[in-house]
């Protein structure tokens, strides 16, 4: 598995254009947005940096993690996947191995969209380290479930993008990454709770905004929401790919 997930990184960080899609396009929008409606870190607008940061960042994240979970699909066209299958592997393995990778991806591209704001727009992160660690493993967890997810119920890498494209986009409206939630209406933010970006958007809220330590039960919440969907998200991946994928040996 390691060997899989060492395979799978050293393909990404030498592909040009997933290294642009991942981590340049994500900071050109954050920059982009962060000049409209974030002041560029004037300290008396932290809460529209801080949304700009955190509801672009989740965004971007579910659209690279979609890519991550069709790479999955690229091999079963390409021949590779049915060679692993049939190798002394265990099946589960070639899953978890991609589920490591998508963690591993997730985390690098959270933690540089944290530094990059901080970095050029001031967004204090050094005093809320612990919370933001958490957080951001958290929602890298969360996250990737739903890319392994895609992949293990389409059929083409071309579907993946299809399905992934309309549902991003929508968890992302509703989810308070395109608008922020306080300024919806009250049956829509009732709805937002089945958004994996409310949840980790409201997270990054408790620790820049109302300033939540790391043990505060209100924070830890949810974390623990998030740890929850990723869990779900990835059983119910494991259960669809044995039964699909699995079948082509």
């Known amino acids: 598995m390691i060997k899989l997930v060492k395979k799978d990184l050293k393909l990404f960080f ?28 004037d300290e008396d607008n932290v809460g529209g940096l801080v949304h700009v940061v955190a509801g672009m960042s989740v965004m971007m994240l579910l659209f690279s993690v979609a890519g991550i ?49 901080w970095l050029v727009f001031g967004l204090d992160i050094m005093h809320h380290l612990p919370s933001l660690v958490l957080m951001i493993f958290a ?21 993946v993008q299809g399905f992934s494209t309309i549902i991003v986009l929508v968890m992302s409206a509703i ?10 209406p009250e049956i829509m933010q009732k709805i937002a709770v089945v958004s994996v970006n409310y949840w980790g958007i409201q997270g990054f809220y408790d620790i820049f905004l109302k300033l939540l330590p790391i043990t505060d039960i209100t924070f830890l919440s949810k974390v623990f929401v998030l740890i929850g969907i990723g869990t779900s998200l990835n059983f119910i991946a494991f259960q669809m790919f044995k039964r699909s994928i699995l079948k082509i040996v």
């Not at 030498?14 to 974030?38: H, S, Y």
């Not at 989810?175 to 919806?184: A, L, R, V």
């Open 14 to 41: 030498g592909n040009k254009q997933d290294m642009l899609l991942t981590f340049a396009l994500p900071i050109i929008f954050i920059t982009l947005f962060a000049f409209v409606f974030g002041n560029m870190g």
């Open 69 to 117: 979970g069709g790479s999955l699909l690229d091999e079963k066209q390409e021949g590779i996947l049915k060679k692993l299958l049939c190798s002394p592997m265990h099946p589960n393995h070639i899953l978890y191995g991609k589920l490591v990778f998508a963690n591993i991806i997730s985390i690098v591209q959270l933690i540089i969209m944290f530094v990059y704001a």
């Open 139 to 159: 929602t890298a967890y969360a996250c990737s479930g739903f890319g392994v997810l895609l992949a293990s119920f389409a059929k083409s890498r071309q579907q």
């Open 175 to 184: 989810g308070g990454s395109m608008i922020p939630i306080f300024i919806m």
